[in-house]
């Protein structure tokens, strides 16, 4: 097996089972080098935003079922979204496991990924921030600014622990979504870091 090191990414050639007549062929591999420890912090925040996303809108989703209300279509949307970014994942461990992982996989998939978070994030903030009856406003008006603040053992209390709790992971969502978008940016220009330190 002959191999050579260019730019700290490895290509070399091993030997390719009996071709269409008959030969063997030699088959070129080429490794790049990927940063492992950014690689696997960016893998683990993403797994913690989607799983995140996709557990607070399942709620919201539950909830507007028991109260007989039709669901948004951003609560379905977002929960897709998430799933489709574990996939992507899974995919990457998978090449990695192989060693095949390449950079341009990466830019793509994190393209793709990135322009449908976006317009989630988008979504969801003007849900959170509109104009007219958003969701922060109400919650800051009837929840946060609830004056007395019930307390006690009573339906009263309870109740407004789960409006506080809505509100929280309305937050929680749009902070999720904001990191989301901003890692799959973050991916990219390390996959075009490694793709560009090969090239040179």
Not at 140 to 164: H, I, S, Y
Request: hydrophobic letters at 55%; one cysteine or more.
């Amino acid at each position: 097996m002959a191999s050579t090191v260019t730019s700290d990414s490895l290509v070399y050639d091993r030997p390719r089972g009996p071709g269409i007549r008959g030969g063997v062929g030699v088959e070129r591999v080429h490794k790049y080098h990927w940063p492992a420890i950014q690689l696997n912090m960016w893998m683990l925040i993403m797994i913690i935003a989607a799983c995140t996303i996709i557990g607070v809108f399942a709620t919201f989703i539950d909830v507007q079922n028991t109260l007989l209300l039709p669901v948004p279509w951003y609560f379905p949307y977002f929960i897709t979204v998430a799933a489709l970014t574990i996939l992507f994942i899974a995919l990457l461990l998978a090449l990695i496991f192989q060693r095949r992982l390449l950079p341009a996989i990466v830019m793509i998939g994190g393209f793709i990924l990135f322009v449908l978070w976006l317009v989630g994030l988008v979504v969801i903030s003007v849900q959170l921030w509109g104009p007219n009856g958003s969701v922060n406003s109400n919650c800051n008006l009837f929840v946060f600014g609830a004056d007395p603040k019930p307390k006690g053992q009573t339906l009263e209390t309870l109740a407004w622990l789960q409006q506080r709790s809505i509100c929280q992971q309305w937050h929680a969502v749009f902070a999720f979504g904001l990191v989301g978008t901003v890692f799959l940016v973050w991916i990219m220009v390390i996959a075009y870091q490694v793709f560009a330190d090969e090239r040179r």
